[in-house]
């Protein structure tokens, strides 16, 4: 594999490289646009989006998905007044033949961070926290801790080396992928590089960040970071079919994942790899009706208070037109949410107030078509005729 390849982070990050993954002909659409989407067991009296959009997206969608190569796809768009449109396209299992289905769990890679931040946050409202403590207050070991804080690392700028950059982590993490790597295994990773900036300069989208916010919940709480978030988050929003796993534990149905990110460059089945090197930063399983829900609690802050929520949509430049972050959280065009990737899987879930329109979208690749995400070029495609003043670009790509 390129050398520039393996170092573009395995995922549960927003970034990734280029390689194609070899699709046969799959079926077209298993699921017709529904009104409800009854698959997934809402309800949606508002019906479809119409015959000739809903023909205009089943089209860009199935173009998209062959072009760039994406074995399985699943959409959800639901926009009050005007309908709701849910397709499932593709094959589950490359080798089955299996169809993609709407009702899969799926791994969820980076939108594992706005859970982890949520969680973070409900501390900040209890008082047992505050966004700008020290880092070194929580955690010893930190390079320049005592000048990091807990909100330059939701803000993704702390300027402390991300951990999945490091030749190393790449080399072990892809020679034993069921390996299960604790918090402080990884960090040590990262912890071994200079920082690339002085903390609040510059923006670099790092999963070091995210792991020590992980290690900060668990150290004020006194409790697993799986079990905090399980109870003051996904419990609270309602999520019935997300959850932190503990090892490798992947509910059924879920599609087979597919992958490039390996040491030969071929591409691999990923679908029993081990989350756990991403851990708070992208560990995470769920599926379309529980991310469509999410969505809207996420970006209008149904489980924290207005001013906390505040600080949290306070968006600052990445340096990729279009695209601004906040804490653990994005704004493309309006539209505002997270989108993850993982080896096998990238997911997107956005909403947009203007609208209060959501837009989820699963997939079982993370291999990129001409150097941006599946999942971005999906996102892209689907906005552009649905809601063409708001177009989704959330592709922010590493140095």
């Known amino acids: 594999m390129r050398r520039t390849s393996r170092r573009r982070l395995l995922a549960a990050t927003l970034f990734v490289a280029s390689v194609l993954i070899p699709v046969t002909a799959a079926p077209a659409a298993t699921v017709q646009a529904v009104t409800a989407g009854r698959s997934t067991g809402d309800q949606d009296p508002a019906g479809g989006h119409g015959p000739e959009l809903t023909a205009r997206l089943d089209r860009a969608i199935e173009d998209t998905r062959e072009q760039a190569g994406i074995p399985g796809v699943v959409v959800g768009l639901w926009m009050p007044g005007r309908g709701s449109y849910v397709r499932a396209t593709g094959v589950a299992d490359t080798v089955t033949r299996e169809p993609m289905t709407v009702d899969p769990f799926v791994r969820i ?3 594992t961070k706005t859970f982890t931040v949520t969680a973070l946050l409900r501390l900040v409202d209890d008082r047992r926290i505050r966004l700008d403590d020290p880092i070194s207050r929580y955690v010893h070991g930190v390079p320049h801790g005592d000048r990091i804080t807990l909100r ?41 590089h ?8 510059r923006f670099e989208y790092s999963n070091t960040n995210l792991v020590l916010l992980g290690l900060v919940i668990e150290k004020v709480t006194g409790h697993q970071l799986a079990d905090v978030i399980d109870r003051r988050v996904i419990r609270p929003a309602g999520l019935r079919a997300t959850l932190f796993p503990y090892g490798t534990e992947f509910p059924e ?6 992958t490039d990110q390996t040491l030969s460059g071929a591409v691999a089945d990923a679908t029993d790899w081990n989350p756990s090197w991403a851990w708070a930063a992208g560990a995470m399983i769920s599926n379309l009706r529980d991310l469509r829900r999410w969505a809207e609690v996420v970006a209008t802050g149904k489980l924290l208070s207005p001013e906390t929520q505040a600080q949290r949509l306070k968006t600052l430049p990445t340096g990729f037109p279009g695209t601004t972050y906040g804490l653990g959280i994005f704004e493309t065009n309006g539209w505002i949410g997270h989108n993850g990737s993982i080896p096998g899987y990238e997911t997107v879930t956005v909403y947009l107030p203007s609208e209060k329109a959501t837009l989820v979208i699963m997939i079982n690749t993370d291999a990129t078509s001409d150097g941006q995400e599946p ?24 140095p």
């Open 109 to 111: 890679g980076s939108e």
């Open 152 to 192: 330059q690392l939701a803000e993704m700028r702390s300027g402390l080396f991300p951990y999945t950059s490091d030749p190393d982590f790449i080399h072990d993490l892809l020679s034993d992928p069921e390996r299960t790597f604790t918090p402080r295994e990884v960090l040590a990773y990262g912890f071994r």
């Open 375 to 398: 999942s971005t070029l999906l996102a892209r495609a689907v906005t552009a005729i649905a809601t063409p003043d708001h177009v989704y670009d959330g592709a922010v790509v590493t």
């Open 194 to 201: 200079a920082n690339t900036s002085a903390p609040g300069t």
């Open 253 to 258: 149905p879920h599609p087979r994942g597919y």
